[in-house]
């Protein structure tokens, strides 16, 4: 039976497995204890259930176990590796290229590090959302020490040449940073092939709970070193100090490993119900898919609907369904999506632009029940 409201807005977060929430209570009251506490079994058990998470989440990005250092979530895993690599490798250069899609968290960062002194090249993107691995050449310059370029966008699913990025920044031996907080679990994600140094995720875009996320840095070929951001311990190689948040990394840990297992299936059957999505909605006069439809994830549709209000629209559709007009991190913000702006659109179209994001739990009879809705509403529009 149908429940309303609906939920259509996972790229903003996820409900909680029921297997990730099983894996974690226990260590929120049976096994309490403190990863840091080496002298007692409460401790033992604490560090024990912290490795496992680490080999879980290295697995899902074919990393080294060694390899991940635990956050509060993406946003923080950011700041480590944007200031962290800039710090730290600052007698070698001060130059950053980035891309104008990215993710707030990557942008400000940008912003905060221009202040300090850093150079920032902020590559542009093709209409389809997808950046010109030309003018990432072109733009390299002696003292350029990082790129940061998201693997797929949290708006519309846009997937960027990774790979190809990767070469080119092994072959100029610049430190490769992408943001794989929207694709990670969802479609395959390889550090090693790819030549990806620095890559962030989050357990709330995966089934996880919200307050837990980690940074990969590659500890060999090259040797990634950064400057913390958070000092007091030495917890997390240094890294990253703090009492780590066991019951929180091992919710992540399952959320990876459940991401790995599911993966293919969820591909599948989440992409078939998003293209049914916007199979039917396309049929309605100005409505166009945002976004490269081959290079996407599987379950995100960025949809605009020419010459109709864009807060009407969006306030018409939330009574029962969940969806949003951008990234939750700015949807207090009343302006146009910047991703979309950047692609090309006009601030009306911008504005009247709606985000699709299906997950683990959304059913045929909610697709079916969404496409009625949105075409009752644009009639009555």
Not at 8 to 15: K, Q, V, W, Y
Not at 56 to 85: C, D, R, W, Y
Not at 154 to 176: C, M, R, S
Request: aromatic fraction near 4%.
């Amino acid at each position: 039976m149908l429940k309303l409201p609906v939920y259509l807005d996972n790229n903003a977060t996820t409900p909680v497995d029921p297997e990730v929430l099983q894996a974690m209570l226990p260590y929120f009251t049976e096994h309490f204890g403190n990863a840091a506490s080496r002298n007692h079994s409460f401790g033992w058990v604490a560090e024990e259930a912290v490795t496992q998470a680490r080999e879980q989440v290295a697995q899902l990005i074919h990393a080294a176990p060694s390899e991940i250092v635990f956050t509060s979530g993406a946003t923080e895993a950011i700041n480590l590796a944007m200031k962290g690599v800039y710090e730290m490798y600052s007698t070698k250069g001060n130059h950053i290229i980035t891309c104008a899609t990215e993710h707030k968290a990557v942008l400000d960062t940008c912003k905060h590090l221009e202040r300090s002194g850093a150079e920032l090249t902020c590559l542009e993107v093709n209409r389809e959302g997808i950046i010109d691995l030309n003018l990432l050449k072109a733009a390299i310059r002696p003292n350029t020490v990082l790129i940061s370029i998201m693997t797929a966008n949290n708006e519309t699913g846009v997937l960027q040449p990774v790979k190809e990025i990767g070469a080119i920044a092994k072959q100029h031996e610049i430190i490769f940073f992408t943001d794989a907080t929207q694709a990670a679990g969802k479609i395959p994600v390889d550090v090693q092939s790819d030549n990806i140094d620095l890559l962030c995720l989050s357990a709330h875009k995966i089934y996880g709970p919200k307050g837990a996320g980690a940074l990969y840095v590659r500890r060999k070929n090259p040797r990634v070193r950064l400057a913390a951001q958070i000092d007091g311990g030495g917890h997390e190689k240094g890294m990253r100090s703090g009492t780590l948040n066991v019951p929180g990394i091992v919710a992540l840990g399952k959320s990876c490993a459940l991401g790995m297992q599911k993966m293919d299936e969820e591909s599948k059957r989440i992409g078939g119900l998003r293209d049914q999505l916007e199979k039917s909605l396309l049929q309605l006069n100005n409505v166009a898919v945002n976004g490269n439809r081959v290079h996407r994830l599987p379950n995100v549709t960025n949809l605009s609907f020419a010459g109709i209000p864009g807060n009407r629209l969006l306030t018409e559709i939330s009574r029962t369904i969940a969806v949003s007009s951008g990234s939750a991190c700015t949807s207090a913000n009343p302006e146009p999506s910047h991703v979309l702006k950047a692609m090309g659109a006009a601030d009306d179209l911008a504005k009247s632009s709606i985000r699709f994001g299906l997950g683990r739990f959304t059913t045929q009879e909610e697709i079916e029940y969404a496409v009625e809705t949105v075409k009752k509403i644009l009639q009555n529009l």
